[in-house]
């Protein structure tokens, strides 16, 4: 069996929900399970409207779950032939007409809590879902809705819940497998749970593929694969460098290094369940299909080419920490990281020599604050308008002379900090961000001109 995910964009509307079940038809002889998400935007409008619902906004509130109806009404219109419309709009109108009772009473309480926003933000994929089934089913698929809060138990601390993948992998089995057996096409809302004692919960923003990976996981798929709308995962921004390449193949290590620089089409993280089970994940687009995607898994065959991808963020605060008094002595990098922890300022790149410090942090307005804490123990100088760049590849371990390599690329660009991580599959420094673009055209110019066929497009 397959696990089919399919993101926000990719079931955003009918003409959408249509090609996936294309798409999804194709694949029935691999047995596939189905883990949709809301429609795009609709995460974002119920978090919304529970919101203005907690502050009291009541017509806010409901105006919201209004055009949230329609939107669903119309998708479900297009979709669904006369003869199941009116039982579809009538659940379809039964989940709205509970999601106005249940924001009314967050307006009557005066408090939107963690798990009434659960509550609230899990009817875009329990909609989408129900809505979905019987468009496959009206197109020839023997889909069967199953709902995601018997399967995905997780624990109680909402808007984050934790999964329990023993009990989900037990229930999967129970649930998921015997439908599968049959021949149908089970379809799950991801993104939402709940504990073992039926309260709703979610598992986090993007939490889709998550839920795509337990049951992956728990099943034993032969693969997942993560339908998006780009053609996968790219070695640069192609915004940046038109002639980016599409990466065939990338390992799970190497991907996680990238989603820091918001060159995810995924969260790598939510990933994990089924790369530890070396289960293959593909990312994949749901607006041209016959594209091959980028393959995630947990060792990536050897590859002739040293980096798979280069990326950069910008907006980046230099902080250099200078004390004599370090020369020998002990405590002192606690006392320093301490001041960030603190001010709750999470550190991307250190680098350090005897009597120096150098950090970067994302530049925001508690710098000044930390600057000054960081004064009565040292001399401290901080500087913004920086950007980390960072070159990926999990053949930098085995490639002497790599770093001379990247800085003659560079040319006269004036590098401030470097650090070459402990897992030696990057290469990090930090330049002026003025230099990002001439940087990473240079860069992949220089690695990318020629590349390993098997690796990339
Ligand atoms: N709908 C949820 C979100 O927007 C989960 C997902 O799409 O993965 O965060
Ligand atoms: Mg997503």
């Known amino acids: 069996m397959i696990v089919m995910k399919f993101g926000g964009t990719s079931v955003m509307d009918a003409t959408a929900i249509e090609r996936t079940a294309q798409i999804v038809k194709g694949r029935l002889p691999r047995h596939p399970v189905v883990v949709v998400s809301a429609m795009s935007g609709v995460t974002d409008a119920l978090l919304k409207a529970g919101k203005a619902a907690g502050e009291g906004q009541r017509e806010q509130a409901l105006e919201q779950a209004r055009s949230l109806r329609q939107r669903h009404h119309a998708t479900a219109k297009e979709l669904v032939g006369s003869a199941q419309i009116v039982d579809l709009l009538a659940e379809v109108d039964r989940e709205f007409d509970t999601l106005d009772e249940l924001l009314k009473g967050i307006v009557a309480v005066g408090e939107l809590s963690p798990r009434s926003s659960d509550y609230v933000v899990s009817y875009g994929e329990r909609l989408n879902s129900r809505i979905i089934t019987e468009a496959y089913k009206a197109r020839g698929i023997r889909s069967v809705l199953v709902d995601a809060r018997k399967v995905i138990i997780t624990d109680s601390q909402h808007g984050k819940a934790i999964p329990q993948a023993d009990e989900i992998e037990h229930r999967a089995k129970n649930l998921v497998r015997p439908l599968l057996d049959d021949g149908q096409v089970p379809i799950l809302g991801g993104f939402i ?189 901080y500087a913004g308008r920086n950007a980390i760049i960072c070159l990926v590849g999990e053949n930098i371990r085995e490639t002497p002379q790599i770093a001379a390599q990247v800085f003659a690329a560079l040319g006269e660009i004036n590098v401030r900090m470097i650090s070459q991580g402990a897992s030696e599959i990057n290469i990090t420094f930090v330049i002026g961000e003025d230099d990002v673009l001439e940087a990473m055209r240079r860069l992949h110019k220089a690695f990318f001109t020629e590349v390993d066929p098997e690796a990339f497009d």
């Open 193 to 381: 749970g709940a504990t073992e004692h039926g309260v709703q919960t979610t598992i986090g923003r993007g939490g889709s593929d998550y839920s795509a990976a337990l049951i992956g996981s728990g099943l034993d798929a032969e693969a997942i694969e993560i339908w998006t709308d780009v053609d996968g995962m790219m070695t640069t921004d192609p915004r940046i460098c038109p002639d980016a390449r599409r990466i065939r193949v990338i390992s799970f290590e190497e991907a996680a290094e990238l989603a820091y620089f918001g060159a995810k089409v995924l969260h790598p993280a939510t990933v994990l369940p089924a790369v530890q089970k070396n289960i293959p994940v593909l990312v994949l687009n749901s607006l041209n299909p016959s594209n091959e995607g980028t393959l995630i898994v947990g060792r990536a065959p050897k590859s002739k080419s040293t980096f798979k991808a280069i990326a950069a963020k910008r907006r980046i605060t230099i902080v250099d920490v200078v004390a004599a008094r370090m020369l020998g002595a002990h405590g002192f990098l606690k006392a320093i990281f301490d001041v960030f922890d603190k001010h709750q300022c999470s550190i991307d790149v250190v680098s350090t020599s005897e009597v120096s410090v150098s950090l970067t942090v994302d530049s925001n307005e508690a710098i000044p604050a930390i600057a000054a804490d960081l004064e009565k123990i040292a001399d401290v100088k």
